[in-house]
């Protein structure tokens, strides 16, 4: 039962930073999964069920908040369930022995693209267009990427595709956020039926997938209102670095790296972590940024 509760919690919190992140939701969930025991495969597929829940009331809810651009939803999504779809299947087809150190390395390297992403330069200009002039070409590769990478990282969809669409410079962060997370529920079903094929029914904790699933609907509403409301770039130094330490062990015993080196590193990273949410805290203007009603708090930077 505690476990349950914990994992119920897990599903709220993850929800919470991707609905106001865009990014953040398989990472969080995959990584408590983990370190419950279970193989990267049924962590990825359990978390890919339960995300076709929580996507569709987050994009409900961005959708009434007017955030959502359908034709990006489509141009984005479609390719990006393309790459899911062969994500859930090369990470099915691997053994339990070779997978751990290839999620490992990806959850740990996705932690600190969202922490050191914290550190953007400041003062760059906001786009306010609602609508994404992107293309196919950049839309398609983007897609596939993502949905790869989610799939056989059990997370990645936000930070391949939220941090490409805003550091573009040529969409509102709002509707970047919105429609990447609406985008996801495309993205998930495909990984879910790549896991099923993959993996059979065997191969999915029905109950773990009811409770992150239960945790995330009470936070997508939430979650989608305080898109507008907290500084993203501290949510992004607190979630990145919680992401890195929960995996760092399971990457030094996965690659097999001394075990004696494991509390230097995690010491290191620490303090790298404390820095990185001093700095971003006493960015005044990310601050004043969040208390401005209606003000994107997402920063774009040219790519």
Excluded at 188 to 199: D, H, K, M, P, T
Excluded at 219 to 226: E, K, N, Q, S, V
Aim: hydrophobic share 55%; aromatic share 6%.
């Amino acid at each position: 039962m505690k476990q349950l509760v914990l994992l119920a919690a897990a599903g709220l919190a993850a929800q919470l930073i991707d609905g106001s992140l865009g990014m953040g939701y398989g990472v969080t969930s995959t990584s408590v999964l983990l370190a419950g025991g279970l193989t990267p495969a049924t962590a990825s597929a359990s978390v890919h069920m339960a995300e076709l829940g929580t996507t569709v009331a987050s994009g409900v809810s961005h959708w009434r908040l007017r955030n959502v651009d359908w034709w990006l939803v489509l141009r984005l999504g479609v390719p990006g369930a393309v790459g899911a779809f062969l994500g859930a299947t090369v990470l099915s087809s691997l053994s339990t022995e070779a997978a751990r150190p290839v999620m490992a390395l990806l959850l740990v390297g996705l932690g600190l693209f969202i922490l050191f992403r914290s550190f953007r330069r400041r003062g760059a200009a906001v786009s306010e267009s609602r609508v994404s002039p992107h293309g196919r070409r950049f839309l398609v590769p983007l897609g596939l990427l993502g949905g790869f990478v989610d799939a056989t990282g059990g997370g990645g969809w936000g930070p391949v595709s939220t941090t490409a669409l805003v550091s573009a410079g040529r969409t509102s962060p709002r509707t970047v956020i919105g429609s990447v997370d609406t985008s996801e529920f495309l993205v998930s079903l495909a990984a879910s039926a790549g896991f099923i094929v993959g993996l059979g029914g065997s191969g999915v904790r029905l109950t773990h997938v009811l409770v992150l699933l239960a945790g995330g609907l009470v936070a997508a509403p939430i979650a989608a209102w305080l898109v507008s409301r907290i500084p993203p770039k501290i949510m992004g130094a607190l979630v990145g670095g919680a992401i890195v330490m929960t995996n760092l062990g399971q990457l030094f015993s996965s690659l097999g790296l001394p075990q004696g080196a494991l509390v230097p590193a995690a010491v290191v990273l620490l303090m790298v972590w404390a820095i990185a949410v001093l700095v971003v805290a006493t960015d005044r203007s990310a601050v004043e940024r969040s208390a401005a009603p209606g003000v994107p708090q997402v920063v774009a930077e040219p790519v």
